[in-house]
């Protein structure tokens, strides 16, 4: 995706890790970690595929980082799930064209959380 077509979703929404897999439109989104942010610009999130394995992911040429908003031009429900907190362990379940996220701890539905004004 070309950062010229990148929509901004969410104004100044940080750098994540998201693995090449996602991004080279390989694999789909289905494991979403936010750990604490290692510096200013990142927010904590970590984006990993359905195909990602361990192996994968702790080799560095595999993951990159970029803009929270360039992960949610691939999957826009995404968006919904920005102001959970650090330490939230998801996965992205698509059944029958919906899309849910669940809590790997729990096993327990979460809801997109949308940020209003007024």
Do not use: H
């Amino acid at each position: 995706m070309e950062k010229n077509n990148v929509i901004e979703f969410i104004q100044n929404a940080g750098a994540c890790i998201v693995s090449k897999r996602i991004i080279n439109g390989e694999a789909k989104l289905k494991w979403l970690l936010r750990e604490q942010p290692t510096e200013k610009s990142d927010n904590g999130w970590r984006f990993f595929s359905n195909l990602d394995d361990s192996e994968y992911i702790n080799n560095p040429d595999n993951i990159i980082v970029c803009d929270f908003n360039t992960v949610a031009n691939i999957e826009p429900a995404i968006i919904g799930i920005y102001l959970l907190p650090i330490g939230s362990d998801i996965q992205l379940v698509s059944e029958n064209g919906k899309i849910s996220f669940y809590d790997n701890i729990t096993s327990e539905k979460i809801d997109p959380i949308y940020k209003t004004e007024g």
